[in-house]
């Protein structure tokens, strides 16, 4: 049922049966490591390209998912799944593999909370009994194509931010099938706000307007507070965004202090590892919600968490020919039974 | 609900109210050509690049549409749209403007069957009042994208097939609101089939099985015979990928004869037009079933018709990179009340 301007209330209320995230070798040194599900030491993954490496990233991903459920593939009615590559070629070559009829999402970072949104809506309404929601990102695939390739060897901004190595999958089942979960409660696909940044290395300020826009139309439709929330976590804003989020709430009043969180800030010592801004990508909440958020809410630290994930929809083309970046905040309510 | 293996069927029957079309100079002077809303004469429509040109198009379709129902943009509850540019900048830098939600998808050429399938099942379960699907493509911005620069001049194979420029788009609504207009009853969502194809001239001979999948499918799923349905409608199989379709069907004793109709073959005249093997891209099925196919059903020239948007998800890095081109295909059956 829609409720307010943008907001779906979802009655039946569809659980996350489960989570799998699996990083590459920087998110492994950093400080949530002993989160995530599986460490991979080498960039390539074994493969001979930073594609196909980003793919097996996200089929070991989902294999692992699986093997947690334990389901075969077959049985999982739907997949909704996305990542940064140009046509989407990690996602498409992942789930070729995989025999699930499959929603293929374009979000840019926001694509995990667009397929979390998707996947419980499927589930909340009855069209299936198992659906999977996965994104992911590389952070060599990405640097060659959105930026510069690495053999160029750049300097890179202080407002720049790193891309994250890594996925995550979640399992979305109707709230009485298997053991007890986390439920999805609401879900607020987000408008593109643009505010007229053209600076490719500062996509924080990009995104920032944009998930300011969804969590306030999200507090608004559901007429809660924002300390209602455990924590409200943004995708990959960064340290910069986030500082602009956290202003632009204050200006309404709103105090974030100690409710907002950032994935790409949470994943990196950004002094010791010279990561700048910190994490972004489709692969940073992914990852750090499959692997940090759901422990935090399996093991009841934390019982309410708005998770609203950002995108920069713009593309080196599109940069280049003058335009400016559009931003878009998907945010998904998760929630224990209490 | 879920029936069979992968369909799902949409008991409240959401319905295409409106639907609104716009074509380029090559698909004016097609067979279809009376049949689409707008013609655009000027390939650059008014703008300095063939990406800002492809976003013109899309949104002068939506202002269109929206003119015909009439509503305000901010009354549309949610978006759903794609396109085939890198970072599907095309959709994002025309949905900015409209300020609406926006889920954005990446499916090919295969998008418009997954923009009106997920439209209409939020309609379905009552999450929204009014969807809108849309889809484009332009020749300009594909052919130097996928494959060279225009001005290479580059020889074409003869199983090639001319993006379209095109756009096209629906609005979804309950079945009750409004003038009467034709329902939508099921949905199935496609599995990715890859026959390992590398050609990707030959791009229908690599999306055929696809499509013979999805078809086969939902005729299980629903225990109907291909010939329930007045048109099976693929998306852009072209002239050979069709002929690989029912050469496919024939193999299993089903006669698409007279059933089988392919947007891509319709849209031109091949040999006057020079157009090889027919039309492609996300923007053909979106204006030939928004121009033709929706006028054949408000006029009752056909009452039943099955659509089934095909898509190919490679790009042009990951067949460098030697893989095959993997096809997938979404179904949207779509029926006059009887």
């Known amino acids: 049922m829609k409720i307010g301007k943008q907001t779906i209330k979802l ?31 080498d960039i390539f993954f074994g493969e001979t390209t930073f594609e196909k490496a980003e793919s097996k990233f996200m089929k070991t991903c989902i294999d692992n998912l699986l093997s947690k459920v334990p389901t ?9 799944a996305g990542d940064l590559l140009n046509q989407c070629i990690c996602s498409g070559y992942c789930i070729r593999d995989l025999n699930i009829p499959f929603f293929g999402l374009y979000g840019a970072c926001s694509t995990f909370c667009e397929s979390l949104s998707l996947a419980s809506t499927f589930i909340n309404a009855g069209y299936a009994q198992k659906c999977i929601a996965a ?27 790193c891309t994250v190595t890594a996925s995550g999958s979640a399992i979305v089942v109707p709230k009485d099938v298997g053991t007890q979960g986390p439920l999805i409660t609401h879900i607020t696909p987000g408008k593109i706000i643009d505010m007229g940044i053209t600076d490719m290395t500062n996509m924080g300020a990009a995104m920032a307007p944009a998930a300011f826009n969804t969590i306030m139309t999200h507090l608004q439709d559901t007429q809660r507070s924002a300390n209602y929330y455990d ?25 974030l202090n100690g409710i907002h969180a950032d994935c790409g800030a949470l994943i990196y010592n950004h002094d010791k590892q010279d990561t700048h801004c910190g994490g972004s990508g489709c692969g940073c909440m992914a990852s750090v919600f499959s692997g940090y958020f ?18 920069a929809l713009m593309s080196p083309l599109s940069i280049q020919q003058g335009e400016s970046i559009p931003g878009i905040a998907h945010a998904v309510a998760i929630e224990n039974e209490v």
């Open 11 to 41: 009655e039946n209320t569809p659980k996350i049966l489960q989570t799998s995230s699996i990083v590459g070798p920087k998110e492994t040194q950093g400080p949530l490591s002993q989160y995530f599900d599986k460490h991979i030491d």
């Open 72 to 80: 075969l593939p077959e049985n999982i009615d739907y997949i909704f």
């Open 135 to 161: 994104t992911s990102s590389h952070f060599c695939s990405a640097e060659r194509q959105f930026r510069m390739p690495l053999e160029h060897g750049n300097q890179k901004s202080p407002t720049a931010q």
């Open 231 to 255: 924590i409200i976590a943004t995708g990959d804003l960064g340290v910069l965004g986030s500082e602009i989020l956290v202003d632009l709430f204050n200006k309404e009043g709103i105090d």
């Open 294 to 311: 759901f422990d935090q809410l399996k093991s009841k630290k934390i019982n309410k968490i708005l998770i609203v994930a950002t995108g």
